[in-house]
């Protein structure tokens, strides 16, 4: 079947930096999505990464490991505007994407 | 406009009551898509358009859902007897070209909070 897993929610301090690990199964794979989501929100577009390797994007950093099935979301110099659900997704063959349950980020002063 | 629209933002309808959910997509973007949020949830696949034809209507969770988009822009989900099991955030999501890597980003709309009373 079809999966992906991510921390149901993670606590971090401003200023400090966290990381967001997703792992995912599907069938077939056409690249890796984050998206960021304020409560009562839409989500919105962070990063999108089909090769292994770190895509760098201001304080947002994400990784992705084909072989291993593996991906994070890198947080740096945490801000309190930060705090939200972070949501990963992973395109299967048939272009659908496939969607984590969410990570609730909290961030403490 | 400049992102996706979507229109009511919320609605509140009573059981058995039949509902229309409007989504205005980003001009020019060939894939639409409809989602549905449970609290505390990633989204849920319900139906994807490529212009006006609807090539995937597996995540429809009966056959009170009922989607279109006759003219490849506006789409509208319609959900006829409403349940209270049907509240949730209706999300939909345009893209360029879902099967075309660089151009699948889905960009989302606000949402529709729908609540059946």
């Known amino acids: 079947g079809q999966n992906i897993d991510q921390p149901t929610e993670m606590t971090a301090t401003e200023g400090a930096i966290v990381q967001i690990n997703c792992t995912y199964q599907t069938s077939g794979f056409n690249g890796l999505f984050w998206y960021q989501q304020h409560a009562g929100e839409a989500p919105t577009f962070l990063s999108y990464n089909v090769l292994d390797g770190l895509e760098e994007k201001g304080r947002f950093s994400s990784f992705l490991s084909r072989s291993k099935g593996y991906s994070y979301l890198l947080l740096k110099e945490l801000q309190m505007k930060d705090s939200a659900s972070y949501l990963c997704a992973a395109m299967d063959s048939n272009y659908q994407l496939i969607w984590g349950a969410g990570t609730k980020l909290i961030i403490k002063p | ?84 099991e049907d509240s949730a955030v209706y999300l939909c999501a345009s893209s360029w070209d879902r099967e075309t890597q660089g151009a699948d980003t889905q960009y989302f709309g606000p949402g529709t909070r729908l609540t059946v009373l």
Do not use: M
């Open chain 2, 1 to 84: 406009g400049a992102g996706v629209s979507q229109s009511p933002r919320y609605k509140v309808a009573k059981r058995g009551q039949d509902v229309a959910l409007r989504c205005d997509p980003i001009s020019g973007h060939v894939s639409l898509f409809w989602y549905q949020q449970a609290l505390g949830q990633g989204p849920e696949f319900l139906t994807y358009f490529q212009n006006e034809a609807q090539l995937d209507k597996s995540g429809l969770p009966s056959d009170r859902f009922f989607a279109e988009r006759p003219e490849g822009s506006v789409s509208t989900l319609k959900i006829q007897r409403t349940q209270q």
